[in-house]
């Protein structure tokens, strides 16, 4: 599968289920996967649904301006990098945001995402 429309495919599938339905992000997360949000380090899938799903906003609307990706290493990852803007119900104005992912190939085919690491950008 093309690198592009894979990881174009994944960004569309996790920012609509952050959006909708934070708790569905689990099945996205093994154990040994990573989340590093605001320099905040939690480890373990259901650790970082929890931290997820315990952000101090009910709503939000993600809208990605890039994607990037590339290889990674032998084992067939993937690092994704995505930049864009997100949006808090009752908020005025979007917060500008990076985020990186790295994916790696589960036995079944898919992917699961190992590292996480989540930035506001302050202007």
């Known amino acids: 599968m093309d690198p592009d429309a894979l990881a174009k495919a994944f960004v569309e599938h996790y920012y609509r289920t952050f959006d909708t339905s934070r708790p569905g992000l689990g099945n996205l997360y093994q154990e040994g996967s990573m989340l590093t949000f605001e320099g905040a380090k939690t480890q373990g899938a259901q650790a970082i649904v929890a931290k997820l799903t315990s952000l101090p906003f009910q709503q939000c609307q993600h809208n990605v301006s890039t994607v990037d990706c590339q290889p990674s290493g032998p084992a067939g990852g993937m690092l994704v990098f995505v930049s864009g803007s997100l949006q808090l119900a009752g ?30 950008n302050y202007a």
């Not at 104005?93 to 985020?99: G, I, R, T, V």
């Open 91 to 120: 908020e005025q104005h979007p917060l500008k945001f990076s985020q990186m992912f790295h994916l790696m190939p589960t036995p079944q085919g898919s992917f699961y995402v190992l590292n996480d690491i989540f930035r506001l």
